[in-house]
Nanobody, 124 residues
Framework: EVQLVESGGGLVQAGGSLKLSCAAS????????IAWFRQAPGKERERVAC????????DYAHSVKGRFTISSDNAKTTMYLRMNSLKPEDTAVYYC?????????????????WGQGTQVTVSS
């Protein structure tokens, strides 16, 4: 069974850091595009970071560029989102996602597999 499980969310003060993890079971990230999304209350879900399937290039939302870093371990079974200089507006439920339907240098718009989400709350 293909499954993604996030961990590492929590409450942090503005300016602090958190590292989210997303463990894959039933598959590895080889040939998969992987990404982190977030959704704040009353807002649409947005992609904050991704790694493409073909050349493993990264892409970040403008709002997090320079503060967040997406990565995966050498075994390609866990992806991470390192979040530094957190702001109250980063408060959201964060989801990891993976997709292997199209091998591309670009990150896909839709993703086949999703985690259950982990809450990140940044206090001012």
């Amino acid at each position: 069974e293909v499954q993604l499980v996030e961990s590492g969310g929590g409450l942090v003060q503005a300016g602090g850091s958190l590292k989210l993890s997303c463990a894959a079971s039933g598959f590895t990230f080889d040939d998969y595009a992987i990404a982190w999304f977030r959704q704040a209350p009353g807002k649409e879900r947005e992609r904050v970071a991704c790694i493409s399937s073909r050349d493993r290039s990264t892409d970040y939302a403008h709002s997090v560029k320079g503060r967040f870093t997406i990565s995966s371990d050498n075994a390609k079974t866990t992806m991470y989102l390192r979040m530094n200089s957190l702001k109250p507006e980063d408060t959201a439920v964060y989801y990891c996602a993976a997709d292997a339907r199209y091998r591309s240098r670009w990150c896909p718009l839709s993703y086949e597999y999703w985690g259950q989400g982990t809450q990140v709350t940044v206090s001012s």
